[in-house]
RNA sequence: GCCGGUUUAGCUCAGCUGGUAGAGCGGCUGAUUUGUAAUCAGUAGGUCGUUGGUUCAAGUCCGACAACCGGCACCA
């Protein structure tokens, strides 16, 4: 009988666990779900797991699946289940948490292997693939995912219904690495780190800067179409000012600080935030000034740990895309949609149509601010826009920021890991904090409802997806580099550089390869350095006055007269508004 | 920050059980003047991540630190 593919990887897990009771019998057992492309299981001891492991354990896994073990659940009683768990320290925890919320308790053995567990699994290990299958690596990971805890030895699996669906996904496994933006970085010639002077911070290079100039201009573009201020405030201020937005006592040891010759501590700010909330407060609003749109793009730094750096997903300097919104209360969930409309269109402009959406809700915390009440507001606010609008979402409980509930999108990388990019963040704290008002038609002061808001994210990190989603192979609006232009020989040179002119001269960013090579080894080479359009001057073309025309993965050429190609070119690199 | 792995030339990597470093590409020089993914020849380039130790002798063994990679935690 056919199972389902999670059934499969859970019951797996079990098998995974039975096997390495057999090499290990001293392990203590943590917990093995199924997860996307396979499972993992948590285990502890003093054993440390290494990749020389892993094939002693594969085919510990594969006897074990030979052998026809059942798979056979029953509900046992919590005497009977400390009975059997007095050794698993983490089933005993598991098991009183259960039974404390009233459940059944439930175990299913496989083998010698017995572990407390809803279920379902498969009937017997006949059930289950032998050959689709692979370990893919051992981590550690906190239980139950607190850092407070133990580190457990975590070993993750590839895991799948058949052996072609393994090799295919181990297949596309290594494509993916073909387009992590660290390599292509290298390979298109964007950026750089410096590990030892600067960790998790970006070295630009020419093209790098030019793509992420474009990704500026691009929001900006958008943001002024639809009616946005741009500011710019202070990258350096007094510490006193994160003091008072309150982000100085949750954040203050994830900052760059540092104290002046007169004994003052100067803070680089981390985020643009309370700069902003300076402006609004700076003379008098009205009701009429609302809804408020207030964007900058602020330039922010943060020590984050040094474990969670990676390449531009994760730097220590980034730029965000930040804008504020002022409204009323009756505003808000108009502005809310907006938001999300305008990410959802802009995303779409850079390829990305399926966007993930969580809502995050609030979490408790020594550090959460405002009242229940006004947590019920805020959510139920944002929750409404999602519903009533038709968007789809998650709810990521416990994700919200100290200061209020948020919605976020999140984009993934070629290796599938997800990352957050845009947002859109309900703040119920920085208006009471810098004490914002509005004057309202009544003549009387009211607080404005504040929301942030994120369209890229991070510009590095924005940069690092579109990057691996398009392989280096971006839409000619957003290379830095559209065109180089190949001269056969250096007889031609000349006509090379009047291309380049022409292009110039009409706002398409143009170089010539004028090395002496040979037009093989250029077109492999700016080829691989993901050079959208390869535009190879001879004999022929200095005669007619045309180009011809090489796509990046394309091998059929074209040919055209160059005005043509010029006006091509300039309509090519226009920005998608 | 935590667990594991890694760190050798600008890049990609080789250096077995300790006996003071290699290749390809790239760079430079020369030849070649090229028609759609690598033209040929010559040549320069490394205190082997940093630091401490073991040893007659350390890229190689041990310790500390740092960075990077994969996870975990964190992510205003």
Same mark, same amino acid.
């Given at each position: 009988?056919?199972?389902?593919?999670?059934?499969?990887?859970?019951?797996?897990a079990?098998?995974?666990?039975?096997a @390495?009771?057999?090499?290990?019998?001293?392990?203590?057992?943590?917990g093995?779900?199924?997860?996307?492309?396979?499972?993992?299981?948590?285990? %502890?001891?003093e054993?440390?797991?290494? /990749?020389?492991d892993? $094939?002693?354990? $594969?085919?510990?896994?594969? =006897?074990?699946?030979?052998?026809?073990?059942?798979?056979?659940?029953r509900? @046992?009683?919590? +005497?009977? #289940?400390?009975?059997?768990?007095?050794a698993?320290?983490?089933?005993?925890?598991?098991?009183?948490?259960?039974?404390?919320?009233?459940?059944?308790?439930?175990?299913?053995?496989?083998r010698?292997?017995v572990?407390?567990?809803?279920?379902?699994?498969?009937?017997?290990?006949? =059930?289950?693939?032998?050959?689709?299958?692979?370990?893919?690596?051992?981590?550690g990971?906190?239980?139950?995912?607190?850092?407070k805890?133990?580190?457990?030895?975590?070993?993750?699996? +590839?895991?799948?219904?058949?052996?072609?669906?393994?090799?295919?996904?181990?297949?596309?496994?290594?494509?993916?690495?073909?387009?992590?933006?660290?390599k292509?970085?290298?390979?298109?010639?964007?950026?750089?780190?410096?590990?030892?002077?600067?960790?998790? *911070?970006?070295?630009?290079?020419? !093209?790098?800067?030019?793509?992420?100039?474009?990704?500026?201009?691009?929001?900006?573009?958008?943001? $002024?179409?639809?009616?946005?201020?741009?500011?710019? &405030?202070?990258?350096?201020m007094?510490?006193?000012?994160?003091?008072?937005?309150?982000?100085?006592?949750?954040?203050?040891?994830?900052?760059?600080?540092?104290?002046?010759?007169?004994?003052?501590?100067?803070?680089?700010?981390?985020?643009?935030?309370?700069?902003?909330?300076?402006?609004?407060?700076?003379?008098?609003?009205?009701?009429?000034?609302?809804?408020?749109?207030? #964007?900058?793009?602020?330039?922010?730094?943060?020590?984050?740990?040094?474990?969670?750096?990676?390449?531009?997903?994760?730097?220590? /300097?980034? &730029?965000?895309? %930040?804008?504020?919104?002022?409204? &009323?209360?009756?505003?808000?969930?108009?502005?809310?949609?907006?938001?999300?409309?305008?990410?959802?269109?802009?995303?779409?402009?850079?390829?990305? =149509?399926?966007? &993930?959406?969580?809502?995050?809700?609030?979490?408790?915390?020594?550090?959460?601010?405002?009242?229940?009440?006004?947590?019920?507001?805020?959510?139920? #606010?944002?929750?409404?826009?999602?519903?009533?609008?038709?968007?789809?979402?998650?709810?990521?409980?416990?994700?919200?920021a100290?200061?209020?509930?948020?919605?976020?999108?999140?984009?993934? +990388?070629?290796m599938?890991?997800?990352?957050?990019?845009?947002?859109?963040?309900?703040?119920?704290?920085?208006?009471?904090?810098?004490?914002?008002?509005?004057?309202?038609? =009544?003549?009387?002061?009211?607080?404005?409802?504040?929301?942030?808001?994120?369209?890229?994210?991070?510009?590095?990190?924005?940069?690092?997806?579109?990057?691996?989603?398009?392989?280096?192979n971006?839409?000619?609006?957003?290379?830095?580099?559209?065109?180089?232009?190949?001269?056969?020989?250096?007889?031609?040179?000349?006509? *090379?550089?009047?291309?380049?002119? #022409?292009?110039?001269? *009409?706002g398409?960013? *143009?170089?010539?390869?004028?090395?002496?090579?040979? @037009?093989?080894?250029?077109?492999? /080479?700016?080829?691989?350095?993901?050079?959208?359009?390869?535009?190879?001057?001879? $004999?022929?073309?200095?005669?007619? !006055?045309?180009?011809?025309?090489?796509?990046?993965?394309?091998?059929?050429?074209?040919?055209?007269?160059?005005?043509?190609?010029?006006?091509?070119?300039?309509?090519?690199?226009?920005?998608?508004?």
């Amino acid at each position: 009988m056919a199972y389902d593919i999670e059934l499969i990887r859970h019951s797996l897990a079990h098998v995974m666990a039975a096997a @390495v009771k057999k090499l290990h019998p001293d392990v203590k057992f943590a917990g093995g779900p199924a997860i996307e492309n396979g499972f993992y299981y948590d285990f %502890d001891t003093e054993y440390r797991f290494s /990749e020389e492991d892993f $094939e002693k354990i $594969e085919k510990e896994m594969r =006897d074990l699946i030979k052998s026809n073990g059942r798979f056979e659940q029953r509900n @046992v009683s919590l +005497d009977e #289940a400390k009975e059997i768990f007095a050794a698993q320290p983490y089933k005993m925890e598991w098991l009183n948490e259960y039974d404390a919320a009233g459940e059944d308790l439930s175990i299913y053995t496989f083998r010698d292997f017995v572990d407390l567990c809803r279920g379902p699994h498969v009937e017997s290990s006949k =059930d289950l693939p032998r050959d689709a299958f692979k370990i893919r690596s051992v981590a550690g990971a906190y239980w139950k995912g607190d850092a407070k805890n133990k580190m457990l030895q975590r070993i993750y699996v +590839d895991a799948f219904a058949s052996k072609e669906e393994l090799e295919n996904f181990l297949k596309m496994q290594e494509e993916a690495a073909a387009r992590d933006n660290r390599k292509l970085g290298k390979d298109m010639d964007l950026f750089h780190f410096e590990p030892e002077y600067a960790p998790g *911070a970006v070295f630009w290079h020419d !093209k790098g800067y030019k793509m992420y100039r474009k990704l500026i201009e691009y929001v900006r573009a958008r943001q $002024e179409m639809a009616g946005y201020q741009e500011i710019s &405030t202070p990258a350096v201020m007094d510490r006193c000012l994160w003091e008072r937005s309150g982000h100085w006592a949750k954040y203050g040891e994830h900052n760059y600080s540092g104290k002046t010759q007169d004994g003052k501590v100067f803070c680089i700010k981390p985020m643009s935030c309370p700069g902003g909330m300076l402006v609004f407060g700076h003379g008098l609003r009205s009701y009429k000034d609302l809804p408020l749109y207030m #964007a900058e793009f602020g330039k922010v730094h943060r020590y984050e740990a040094a474990g969670g750096l990676s390449g531009l997903m994760r730097v220590r /300097e980034f &730029t965000q895309d %930040d804008a504020h919104i002022f409204c &009323t209360e009756e505003q808000l969930e108009e502005e809310v949609v907006k938001i999300l409309r305008f990410i959802k269109d802009i995303y779409g402009k850079f390829g990305f =149509d399926k966007i &993930t959406m969580k809502l995050a809700t609030r979490k408790e915390s020594e550090f959460r601010i405002g009242s229940d009440e006004i947590w019920d507001k805020a959510e139920g #606010a944002l929750k409404h826009a999602l519903d009533a609008n038709g968007i789809e979402y998650e709810i990521a409980e416990g994700d919200a920021a100290f200061y209020g509930p948020k919605i976020d999108n999140y984009l993934r +990388d070629s290796m599938g890991r997800v990352w957050q990019c845009g947002t859109v963040q309900l703040d119920m704290n920085l208006p009471e904090r810098f004490d914002l008002s509005y004057v309202g038609e =009544d003549g009387e002061k009211h607080r404005p409802i504040m929301l942030h808001r994120a369209m890229l994210g991070s510009i590095e990190r924005f940069m690092g997806v579109l990057l691996e989603s398009t392989g280096g192979n971006l839409p000619l609006w957003l290379s830095p580099e559209p065109v180089v232009v190949t001269p056969i020989s250096q007889k031609h040179a000349e006509y *090379a550089m009047e291309v380049v002119g #022409a292009l110039r001269a *009409a706002g398409v960013n *143009a170089r010539a390869d004028l090395r002496d090579e040979k @037009v093989n080894y250029k077109i492999r /080479e700016l080829s691989l350095a993901k050079t959208p359009i390869i535009a190879v001057v001879g $004999e022929k073309e200095m005669a007619e !006055k045309n180009v011809t025309l090489r796509r990046l993965g394309v091998e059929q050429q074209e040919s055209m007269p160059l005005a043509d190609f010029v006006e091509m070119m300039q309509n090519d690199v226009k920005m998608p508004l």
